[in-house]
């Protein structure tokens, strides 16, 4: 047991309450006196709670009516759009397992999320459907159904149109009776270190239970902003609702809070910019590749930035530089906080009033307690400012992975989750993230396992090793770098490899540097050391020598085109 240091000075009530209801219950009870405010804002139309609601409960009779019965899965490949908030309220109305997709995903990896977790329905945009039509023979999904967001597509024989069936259906379905600590809610694909994605399954519990949390981490702001009772605000919702962030920290939180959520299918700081001077949003979830970008616009300035009450930032760490230009320049309040994948995500951050630590990931949430833990065995506590395991207990953390019995048990043991990141906490109860056990890459907060990208290279009939590590970068913060050794007599360039892995990898995961080497470091017994080329690359690093490979962005460039829904992914 740990000794909950950070209790001393605690800016919020620690034991907290947590409704067991399910999510769509959630949802409604929290939004009931609200039916006529905006619950989103997408392309310049507005939707309030009620017409959410009513496309809600529409979808999840087309889903019923279909043949969706609790349990089955509905995978959901789609950017930020009203259809996707219908599509996941409505299977958790219904009892359906929502299996989130990265619409980035090339074919191989979207066959791979489909047929792991079985999909019986595919839910998919129109304008990322490329990737699933070209495995669309390889999948025994029962019913596609697109939403024609660019309205391009022709109708597929075995297509529904998302736009017919909420016209086809009343707003009535029966409500599962759902066991909130039992039922999965969600499948969120994580990166394995194997090369070979796990979904965390996430319950309706997991779920709530993060989102209260967060609402208790601010509840002196709620206090104040809502001391007249709740009235129309707007949060921006750029941070994408397949990840994890974006789907507890900005939809589900929002929506419930309530805010009207400024959708945004992609991230465009002019377009950013230009939504924050226009509705005043008063909350802001981002990774700090977002903030960076906003920091670095030489009119960020001459902007209302100042709107924004709440500039809450995680998925990596965040420069010490950036937080300081945006506070000293721009006057904001930067909140940094901490998470993953099998907590619903979030487990720690800066309190909103009182001491914030540049440079730590702040204090645990509610009822989330945390310990510091050897590396060898991962069972002795270790004291104040000494590094180890950051492991974790709380209402937030996953149930298991999906079909993973090994990977659960080695992740998930005696209640506590092992993250895998090296950590260390002060003597007020603060934690700091120093490195990472395991030898994952986070690009623009977008966690990348090198084994993903080593196992893409494998196959290239020219390559006989790969091994990928992060490097620093202006930009996303780490970016991939490939180190590739060749068959005997063969010759390539970093532009055939590149264009190969195009092929089979999402583009965040894309290497951005390819280093050709006669050889891999390796231990005595033949096993390529990751490690080496990472120590090698922060001596490079402190150096100088290791070059930053990003420029940051052009400015003027506005990648926000309602006719073009593409644009949207050139990240």
Known sequence: MS???????????????????????????????????IAMIFMGKEITFQKMHENIDRFAAALIDLGVKKGDRVALIMPNCPEYVYTYYACMKIGAVEVQIDPLYMPAEVE????????????????????????????????????????????????????????????????????????????????????????????????????VQKREWFSDWFETRYSNGITQQYGLAIMPFFHATGMTAVMNFGLTTPFGLLLSSHFSVKATLELIDRYCPVFFMGVP??????????????????????????????PIDVIERLETHNGLKIIEGYGLTEASPTTHANPFRGIRKFGSIGLPFP????????????????????????????????????????????TLRDGWLYTGDIAKMDDGGYFYIVGRKKDMIITGGLNVFPGEVDEVFFHHPKVAEALSTGIADEYYGEAIKTYVVLKDGESSTEEELLDYCALKLAVYKLPRVIEFRSQLPKSNVGKPLRRVLVEEKNNKEAAGKESKVTKFPDWEEDIFNEEDFMDAFDL
């Open 3 to 37: 000794k909950q240091m950070w209790l001393k000075n605690y800016p919020v009530q620690w034991n907290l309450e947590y409704p067991e209801i399910s999510l769509y219950r959630y949802l409604k009870e929290k939004t009931a006196k609200y039916s006529d405010l």
């Open 112 to 211: 791979f999320a489909l047929k792991d977790s079985g999909a019986k329905i595919v839910v998919v945009a129109d304008v990322v459907i490329e990737s699933f039509q070209a495995v669309r023979e390889n999948i025994t999904a029962g019913h596609v159904i697109v939403n024609r967001l660019s309205g391009e597509l022709q109708r597929h024989e075995e297509n529904l149109w998302f736009d017919e069936l909420l016209e086809k259906y009343p707003p009535e379905s029966p409500e599962a009776e759902i066991s909130p600590k039992d039922d999965i809610a969600v499948l969120q694909y994580t990166g394995g270190t194997t090369g070979i994605p796990k979904a965390a399954m996430l319950t309706h519990y997991n779920l709530i239970c993060n989102v």
């Open 289 to 318: 590749t977002i903030f960076t970008t906003i920091a670095n616009h030489p009119d960020a300035g001459n902007h209302n930035l100042k709107a924004v009450d709440i500039w809450r930032t995680g998925g990596a760490p965040m």
């Open 367 to 410: 009822d989330t307690d945390c310990r510091i833990v050897d590396l060898e065995n991962g069972t002795k506590d270790l004291p104040a400012g000494v590094e180890g395991e950051l492991i974790i207990k709380g209402p937030q953390v996953m149930k298991g992975y999906w079909n993973r019995p090994d990977e659960t048990a080695e």
